[in-house]
């Protein structure tokens, strides 16, 4: 009889030739007492991906699974058949551009877990590697909780993807309406948190690539934005039997929304102001257009002052700098 699977790690992929010997190299040198699985969702790469996977598949067969599409279905639709072919009793995540750095993020993450049965998320503190300019950040500063609620979650995105490791039966199957959001993370964050507590360990164990073809690497600040708030809608309308959550996630919308506005407004993009005004309005039904107006005032305040911090931005760009000579963590073998 086969042992049952403790984690099933998920690597979806997509041409990522470059980085994906590093990010399974990364999870085939975890130090675990338990069985695991790494599931390798290909969506029909067109180089080597595929190729090179299949070469880590033949030295440890065992151990990878590989799931290959005969043609392109798309990043959400690739994530959630892979999700819904995990046999762990915990999923955790390494996207094929991105690797971990620790090699026991699993055996820490698994045994807070296992002590923890109302705990259905954990995650810990990244480290952001800006492949751009070679410099590098912390993920998650000081006021990040050490125990943390949907709640919490409704208020802002704390958890980098590449951190996290879920409880599987919290979510059995994953809704068919991801399909529709570009960037599924914060939504599989909620739905997760939804019935359990969040577990923050305080350690960087993986190396998150920031580069220009990732959708958070680039610099388009309208698609990250309406990336932002059509996942909001969705979790809007998901948990809108829950008052609290549905109003910290409004909240949350209000404020991307409002940053979305000054930023239409600032390049003249008339139309779409008027629809995202209607649309800001229709969520905070006791508001009018001139309490619009009031709260788009302060919101742009709040920029400004934000961006006069001189002395923190001074520091900021100094760490940025010095990151720069520090180099990336690795898993020794």
């Known amino acids: 009889m086969a042992e049952k699977i403790k984690v099933s790690v998920i690597m979806v992929t997509y041409n990522q030739e470059k980085y994906i010997n590093e990010a399974i190299r990364s999870v085939v040198l975890q130090k675990f007492d338990y069985p695991y699985e790494i599931i390798i969702g290909d969506d029909c790469s067109t180089d080597r991906t595929l190729e090179y996977s299949q070469k880590w598949q033949a ?8 799931i290959q599409r005969d043609k392109n279905i798309g990043i959400q639709r690739n994530y ?3 999700y819904n072919q995990c046999r762990g009793e915990y999923i955790a995540i390494c996207e094929g551009d991105d690797f971990w750095c620790s090699k026991h993020k699993l055996q820490r993450q698994v045994q807070y877990m296992d002590t923890h049965k109302d705990c259905n998320i954990c995650f810990h503190r990244v480290i952001n590697y800006y492949m751009t300019n070679n410099s590098k950040s912390l993920s998650n500063g000081k006021g990040t909780k050490i125990d943390s609620d949907i709640n919490d979650l409704a208020k802002s995105n704390y958890i980098t993807n ?12 994953l809704p068919e309406w991801l399909t529709e959001i570009a960037s599924p993370d914060y939504v599989i964050h909620m739905l997760h948190a939804s019935t ?44 809108s039997q829950d008052k609290t959550i549905s109003q910290n996630l409004i909240n949350t919308y209000t404020t991307i929304a409002l940053t979305l506005l000054s930023h239409y407004l600032k390049i003249g993009e008339s139309n779409k102001a008027i629809s995202l ?39 900021k760009n100094c760490r940025i700098l010095i990151s720069k000579f520090i180099p990336v ?5």
């Open 59 to 66: 030295k440890y067969p065992n151990l990878i699974r590989i």
């Open 80 to 82: 959630i058949d892979t």
């Open 162 to 173: 590449l951190s996290v490791m879920y409880r599987r039966d919290a979510v059995n199957k």
């Open 196 to 239: 359990g507590s969040i577990h923050y360990i305080n350690k960087p164990m993986a190396v998150y690539r920031q580069h220009a073809k990732g959708i958070w690497g680039s610099n388009i600040k309208e698609k990250q934005l309406l990336i932002s708030l059509n996942s909001r809608k969705y979790l809007i309308a998901h948990f």
């Open 277 to 315: 005004k209607e649309d800001i309005i229709s969520h905070n039904t006791s508001w009018n257009k001139s309490i619009l107006e009031q709260k788009l005032q302060k919101h742009e305040m709040g920029i400004i002052n934000s961006q006069k911090k001189t002395i923190y931005n001074l520091l």
């Open 329 to 333: 963590p690795r898993i020794k073998n």
